[in-house]
């Protein structure tokens, strides 16, 4: 016969194959405790040590403790057991112990055990709450039964009838400290399964309450003595199978006791669990999403068997429940809210939302009671109910109040959520795997929603004084809710804004809050995206950004819930660096926003459909599409607004007349071009080029040079450095061959491009003899104002003077020689006086700074301005 | 053998690490950074209340090469990581005394 450890041995490892092989699965637990009871028993009848002990009148009780006291063995769970004897401790007690355990370590078994008699058990119980709870499930296996009668009675009598309170602070106070260390399970990505909220430490809990406090012995108990209905103990039965199933998986792939669900068996563990990947939801998503479910019903469970069957310490505050008092649907029990008459839900169904309306008043939590009789008359909320305009006003004063998240948690877990909006089914416990995003979707959801709710906590002002400059917050509270309602698979965020959609309507809810809603959803990530994938320095990049937006209580909402958003996804996605980037775009943003004009929606749409005219008309000409694409992505937002579709196109044709060869940063190719305005007489002069700084002071001078006349001009640099410059002039002097003028000026700036051409010189000559320089007294001083505030991205210099030829060359040169750059300039003449707006940078493309910096500057304009000429 | 570190604008990213990437370069070292240079942070004025950036967010990477591939990347990661804006970032070479794998112990340019 084969001795009692190998049988043991045998035995264990053929269950545990079974195990692996799939072909026994819940029963594990219970098959494997009564394998290791075998052991225990037959060692017993065979140990030597055990029969002296008996014959010299010293009984004694193998007694099986803690999980396996409670049959729960786990694959690589700790066994513990107890040798009880009456009184003294016999020395032949240490040989039955060894004969008994130390084959257990020999075949690698975790074994806690200890040798004890009552009183031992006792003085232990008392000092430590830990013996006292192994104890609560002790359990007798073999040798003397009166002996373990008496351990229970004993502790029956002295310990659990005595200070139960003791016990439960105890417990709450170790439920506090599961939640700091291990966390909330029921949504946690790495899950506890024993220690954290929601995990067989919940049930254990339940199973200890009920034996101190009903005496209940077996977990059935807990029905036949009614602290749990018939459908939640089936239940939580099923919700355990679950746990232990996934337990039991995890010790087996891990190779030892590990409770935490790490990232790396989630895997193999949902295919176990058969769990098949379907499109768009791998199994391991699947499997997440029932784990958490089945935790988060446990945690559940546990806080409603506290707060029902537990005295609690804290009483209801009087006055709140004196204002139920007169209510006819509701009472305050306990400190939780339920209902008077259930049979009052079945004519009127919208005081199932009522409840949570109450609820949120009055700051406390449903009953137990009222939670089943939710659950039960859920089937009452029908498409009336969904669309009713009183469930829906009700629905959206729960989401204004500032308790919002408690109230839509319960909303959640009662199911009442998932029914009024039928659209969370199935997305609610949904995982995305990655070690990025911590929560499933409706956790998520509710958790976004919460930190905008204590948002006046946060040591960030900026998001509270924003917050607090919302007209109306409710559509962003909205949003938050059901941002990522779309998630399956990719666009999301505009899945989730046309499902949502689906909702406000049937809300029947306000029209241009919807939009606003629908906005929120539709762009939830633009400014996470842009802050880290576009250049904040670049004006466009901002200006797109702003366009999409188009309004600043828009941009407000948006930056509030890109925080919300990114903060209950994990501690990945927010940090300083991501912070402090998105806050730089929503400033500038802000800034563009405040300016108007260059992201209007008026501005938005003229700009697109010219767009699609210049694409029209290029049509013909040999643009590939591409490229056209590029040219615009590359043209600067301004002169995008201000140019009209046709000098679009011909700046288009001159750009591809200028070559291939044009975006060599060395290319000396420019492009003069001269067209008469008839009714105005004068002349437009189009300058393609590559832009260098000083480049529009040289036209601008050799324009003076031949006796041109600027009346006004737009200089425009694109992103990829063509400098597209325009000037309205005056006629030139010889009206009848105006083209040898236009000659003579190309030659000149051919001169420029070549090198050879000294327009200093020119000009100093040219002015000495002109009549048209000739100084006329001045009529008013002239003015020079730098400003930094206007542009995040440009200082703008604007400057008033009494016109004179040459008076554009010398400003412009002053600038250059200064070491700033033009990007853009309006040149306008009105009489004799010139206003003149330049947007510029320095030579690093900075706005130009310091006091005296900007002083300096601002004194040699004015001199070059009024001490004519400056050569 | 020279180490590259180089201080650039968090959306040239992708595009500097696919440049170095065709040019060959196994490894980097991506970390992201704060500074400032010539490009100062800046303040900002809301209701009232100042909200002073003093560093901007900018991406850094390391990466360690064979001498002869020094030129090649510094060239692509220039041409990658330039805007011709301002804070397009810079790049650093440092020289670099010795490579080993930690885990086979290889050294010179067999660990790089």
Known sequence: MTSPIDELKQSKDHLFSLFSRGEITETFQGDYTEIMDHYFRRSLQENAAGESLFAKKHPFALVALGGYGRKELCYHSDIDIMVLFKNGIPSEAADLAEKMFFPLWDIGLELGHATRNIRDCLTLSKQDFQVFTSLLDARFIGGDSPLYLNLVETFQKKLICKKPGNFWQWLKEMTESRTEVFGDASYLLEPNLKEGIGGLRDYHHILWLARVFFNARVPRDLEYLGLLTHAEYLGLEKQLRMIWLTRNHLHSLAGRKNDRLIFEYQDRIALHLGYRNKPGFPAVEQFLGDLHAAMAAVKSLYRSFVITHLPETKQPRKPEADTL?????????????????????????????????????????????????????????????????????????????????????????????????????????????????????????????????????????????????????????????????????????????????????????????????????????????????????????????????????????????????????????????????????????????????????????????????????????????????????????????????????????ILQDLGASFNNPENTNFCLQTNKNQAEGSWEITLMAKDRPGLFSDIAGILALNNINILSAYIYTWRDGTAVDIFRVTDPLDLIHPEDIWKRVEKDMAGIFAGDFDLPERLANKTRSSILGRQKPHSRAPKARFDNDSSDFFTIVEVFADDRVGLLYDITQTLFRNDINITIAKISTKADQIADIFYVHDLEGQKIEGKDRMESIKKNLLRVIQTHPAH | MKKIETIIKPFKLDDVKEGLAALGVKGLTVTEVKGFGRQRGHREVYRGAEYQVDFVSKIKIEVVLESELVQDAVQVIQEKARTGQIGDGKIFLLPVEEVIRIRTGETGNAAV
């Open chain 1, 325 to 653: 008092s007169d209510s006819p649907d509701f009472r305050i029990e306990h400190g939780q809210i339920g209902f008077k008459t259930a049979t009052d839900i079945l004519s009127r169904p919208v005081l199932l939302m009522n409840i949570f309306e109450k609820s949120s008043q009055f700051g406390i939590p449903l009953s137990l009671e009222s939670k089943r009789l939710v659950k039960e008359f859920l089937y009452l909320a029908d498409d009336a109910f969904r669309s009713s305009k009183e469930v829906v006003r009700i629905f959206l004063d729960i989401i204004n109040h500032p308790r919002a998240f408690d109230i839509l948690d319960q909303m959640f877990e009662t199911g009442l959520l998932e029914t009024f909006v039928p659209e969370y089914k199935g997305i609610k416990d949904r995982i995305q795997f990655d070690t990025y995003h911590v929560f499933p979707i409706g956790r998520h959801a509710l958790k976004t929603l919460q930190y905008l709710k204590t948002l006046s906590l946060e040591k960030d002002f900026l998001f509270v004084d924003i917050l607090a400059d919302l007209p109306n917050p409710e559509p962003l509270f909205l949003a938050a809710l059901f941002h990522d309602i779309g998630k399956r698979g990719k666009d999301h965020a505009l899945r989730g804004a046309a499902i949502t959609a689906q909702i406000l309507k049937r809300f029947y809810y306000d029209r241009d809050l919807q939009k606003d809603v629908l906005f929120l959803i539709h762009h939830h990530l633009l400014l996470a995206e842009t802050a880290t994938r576009r250049d904040l320095n670049d004006e466009k990049s901002v200006v797109q950004c702003a366009r999409a937006i188009g309004d600043i209580h828009r941009l407000k909402m948006l930056y509030l819930l890109t925080w919300a958003d990114s903060m209950a996804t994990g501690p990945k996605a927010w940090n300083e660096w991501t912070a402090n980037l998105v806050r730089e775009l929503f400033f500038k943003v802000l800034h563009i926003l405040e300016k108007g004009k260059l992201a209007t929606p008026l501005a938005q749409k003229k700009v697109k459909e010219k767009l699609s005219r210049v694409r029209r008309l290029v049509g013909e000409m040999n643009h590939p599409h591409h490229d056209l694409d590029r040219l615009f992505e590359a043209m600067a937002p301004r002169y995008l607004l201000e140019t009209p579709v046709q000098a679009i196109v011909r700046h288009l044709e």
